[in-house]
């Protein structure tokens, strides 16, 4: 094959769709260039669906492990880079001598897929990876020293927050003698930012005045950073680390210890990121020591940290599946809601859907006080027009502060679709926003369910009746159910703890069937379900299109009572 010649920067946008493929750049250089290869191809395509390539079952490869080579004319190895940020590759290298060169693409296991697509970018501009610190409060600057190649000698520069900034993650670049670097991040916070060196030992921990951010390096292999506060029993204090998130190869761990130096909680992995995150309810008032490392006990230059550390105030998250929905004009969808109660927080949660389109509602949910789960049912008007929306599901709830006054919490759920992955399996990928989509008329036309009140006291069983309309074209199978599952699994529930499915229902629609029964039993004694009043669920019909996709139907809503046992109230 012959290489393609460029001229830098350059940004090249390539594919190794076949078995072998090998892709090969050529460049004229001069002797003491700094050149920079930086490619993305795990990064802009890990929450693609369907990514395999190769054989089948365990043999089956998922997305493309770029290594980059570069070369002589003569194909010398001069340098070569593999898995610099996750799967993605990044090389730097001086020039020996004026000349052509040549960069080799490909994936490592010289595997390929349509759609591994790849963008490699070449330059011999300023790179930056990192600032260390990587943080700094508002209203005040920082010294931070630049990690990265070709910085002219360049080593620290200042980093500024406004007073007014806002507080988040921002990009910044830095002029340095050869030109101006590429948008490195950096956290503005509202906490006071401390370097921390020397701390390698509890005996020389260094103290934290929460809130605070710590900022540290592991310098080199083994090192263990420690850090130490003052808490008070039964407050909950936050902590939680800022790097694999910001494309630094840190996987880091946190360990608490009492004042004894005996380990009482630790913390790891946070949501879908190797960044640790530990939630702490201090048993006793004293002192108490945090340490921070690295899970393969690793270090360099870039495995550089934010800890953030401060008191916990009542916490609430909101979990999710499957949030995407087509409904026909008439028609209703479901999703199911779990919540996750955290730092003490007991209060209600109510439920809201943002952005959806014109004429689909959300029932009105919230979930009470004891209750970690729920269903939020879009409708469609019968007049609603076709469209289509991202949308976002969110919490809102209060809590009363230390000072008893009555603060605000609104918080967006965290929601995972499905991705095949190696061997066919199922995995989730988080997703930002959910499509409801108002589409032509679908499978189910009419799916009603009566009645639209029940009450259940413990030992009780209720009878719900249902009745679809079916397209007429449309003969499959219908199940029907009140949990979501996949297989014989349930992914998730919307009925309160105590309240079950029974197997006498007939749920299974098959042929031209159009009527089914769920019927729903409450347990008693320790298992008997807590006293609830007018909570919306609805039974949700499943049709099948593959092993993995199918379309979720809802009926109209029905409000559920719980009654305890020895409630005389008439149904």
């Given at each position: 094959?012959?290489a393609?010649?460029?001229s830098?920067p350059?940004?090249i946008?390539?594919?190794?769709g076949n078995?072998?493929?090998?892709?090969?750049?050529?460049?004229?250089?001069?002797?003491g260039q700094?050149?920079?290869v930086n490619?993305y191809?795990?990064r802009?395509?890990?929450?693609?669906?369907?990514?395999q390539?190769?054989?089948s079952?365990?043999?089956?490869?998922?997305?493309?492990?770029?290594?980059?080579?570069l070369?002589?004319?003569?194909g010398?190895?001069?340098?070569?880079?593999?898995n610099?940020?996750g799967g993605?590759?990044?090389l730097?290298f001086?020039?020996?001598?004026?000349?052509?060169?040549?960069l080799e693409?490909r994936?490592?296991?010289?595997?390929?897929?349509p759609?591994y697509?790849?963008c490699?970018e070449?330059?011999?501009r300023?790179?930056a990876h990192?600032?260390?610190?990587?943080?700094?409060?508002?209203?005040?600057?920082?010294?931070?020293?630049?990690?990265?190649?070709?910085?002219?000698g360049?080593?620290?520069?200042?980093?500024r927050?406004?007073a007014?900034?806002?507080?988040?993650?921002?990009r910044?670049?830095?002029?340095?003698p050869?030109g101006?670097?590429?948008?490195?991040?950096?956290m503005?916070?509202?906490?006071?930012?401390?370097?921390?060196?020397?701390?390698?030992?509890?005996?020389?921990?260094i103290?934290?005045?929460?809130?605070?951010g710590?900022?540290?390096?592991?310098?080199?292999?083994?090192?263990v950073?420690y850090y130490s506060?003052?808490?008070?029993k039964?407050?909950?204090?936050?902590?939680?680390i800022?790097?694999d998130?910001?494309?630094l190869?840190?996987?880091?761990?946190?360990?608490?210890?009492?004042?004894?130096g005996?380990?009482?909680?630790?913390?790891?992995?946070?949501y879908y990121?190797?960044?640790a995150?530990?939630?702490?309810?201090?048993?006793a008032?004293?002192?108490f020591?945090v340490?921070v490392?690295?899970?393969?006990?690793r270090?360099?230059?870039?495995?550089?940290?934010?800890?953030?550390?401060?008191?916990?105030?009542?916490?609430f998250?909101?979990h999710?599946?499957?949030?995407y929905?087509?409904?026909?004009p008439?028609?209703?969808?479901?999703?199911?809601?779990?919540?996750?109660?955290?730092?003490?927080?007991?209060g209600?949660?109510e439920?809201?859907?943002?952005g959806?389109?014109?004429g689909?509602?959300?029932t009105?949910?919230?979930?009470?006080?004891?209750?970690?789960?729920?269903?939020?049912i879009?409708?469609a008007?019968?007049d609603?027009?076709?469209?289509?929306?991202?949308?976002?599901?969110?919490?809102?709830?209060a809590?009363?502060?230390?000072n008893?006054?009555l603060?605000?919490?609104?918080?967006?759920?965290?929601?995972?679709?499905?991705?095949?992955?190696?061997?066919?399996?199922?995995?989730r990928r988080?997703?930002?926003?959910?499509?409801?989509?108002?589409t032509?008329?679908?499978d189910?036309?009419?799916?009603?369910?009566?009645?639209?009140?029940?009450?259940?006291?413990?030992?009780e069983?209720?009878e719900?009746?249902?009745r679809?309309?079916?397209?007429?074209e449309f003969t499959?199978?219908i199940?029907?159910?009140m949990p979501f599952l996949?297989?014989?699994?349930?992914?998730?529930?919307?009925?309160?703890p105590?309240v079950t499915?029974?197997p006498d229902?007939?749920?299974?629609?098959?042929?031209?069937t159009?009527?089914?029964?769920?019927?729903?039993?409450?347990?008693?004694?320790d298992s008997?379900?807590?006293?609830?009043?007018?909570?919306?669920?609805?039974?949700?019909?499943?049709?099948?299109m593959?092993?993995?996709?199918?379309?979720?139907?809802?009926?109209?809503p029905?409000?559920?009572?719980?009654l305890?046992a020895?409630?005389?109230?008439a149904?």
């Open positions: 094959a012959t393609q010649k460029v830098f350059v940004a946008c390539g594919m190794c078995a072998e493929d090998v892709d090969y750049y050529q460049f004229t250089g001069k002797a700094e050149v920079t490619i191809a795990q802009v395509t890990k929450a693609v669906h369907s990514m390539s190769g054989g079952g365990a043999s089956v490869m998922y997305l493309m492990d770029s290594i980059l080579t070369r002589r004319a003569n010398q190895v001069l340098a070569e880079n593999d610099f940020v993605d590759s990044f730097t001086k020039l020996p001598e004026d000349g052509n060169y040549f693409v994936d490592t296991r010289f595997i390929g897929n759609k697509v790849y490699v070449i330059a011999d300023p790179f990192a600032f260390f610190p990587m943080a700094v409060q508002r209203g005040k600057t920082t010294s931070a020293a630049i990690v990265g190649h070709n910085l002219g360049l080593e620290k520069t200042t980093l927050a406004g007014d900034e806002p507080v988040g993650w921002k910044i670049s830095v002029k340095t050869r101006q670097t590429n948008p490195v991040q950096v503005v916070s509202d906490h006071p930012q401390l370097i921390a060196s020397g701390n390698h030992s509890m005996a020389k921990a103290p934290l005045s929460l809130p605070m710590a900022n540290a390096r592991f310098s080199k292999p083994d090192e950073h506060f003052e808490a008070k039964g407050q909950y204090y936050l902590f939680e800022e790097s998130r910001r494309d190869p840190l996987d880091s761990v946190i360990d608490m210890f009492d004042s004894s005996k380990k009482v909680a630790d913390g790891d992995d946070g990121t190797k960044d995150k530990l939630q702490f309810k201090a048993p008032d004293g002192k020591f340490s490392r690295d899970l393969h006990n270090g360099g230059e870039r495995f550089i940290y934010n800890l953030r550390a401060e008191p916990a105030t009542p916490e998250e909101l999710g599946k499957y949030y929905a087509q409904l026909a008439g028609t209703r969808m479901i999703w199911f809601v779990n919540l996750s109660r955290q730092n003490g927080f007991t209600p949660v439920l809201k859907v943002e959806l389109p014109e689909v509602t959300a009105p949910v919230t979930i009470p006080s004891g209750l970690t789960r729920a269903a939020v879009l409708s008007k019968s609603a027009k076709i469209d289509a929306r991202l949308v976002r599901l969110y919490g809102k709830a809590f009363t502060d230390a008893g006054k603060q605000d919490l609104v918080r967006y759920a965290h929601v995972t679709c499905e991705l095949q992955v190696s061997g066919g399996s199922q995995a988080p997703i930002n926003t959910q499509l409801v989509g108002v032509n008329p679908l189910i036309v009419e799916f009603e369910a009566t009645p639209s009140k029940i009450t259940l006291r413990p030992g069983k209720v719900i009746k249902v679809v309309k079916r397209n007429k499959g199978p199940q029907l159910a996949y297989g014989n699994s349930i992914i998730a529930d919307q009925l309160p105590g499915m029974s229902s007939k749920a299974r629609l098959t042929g031209k159009v009527e089914g029964t769920i019927v729903l039993e409450a347990a008693t004694g008997a379900p807590k006293p609830l009043k007018q909570f919306p669920i609805a039974v949700m019909g499943r049709i099948s593959s092993f993995s996709i199918s379309t979720n139907y809802a009926s109209n029905i409000h559920l009572t719980i305890g020895d409630s005389k109230a149904r």
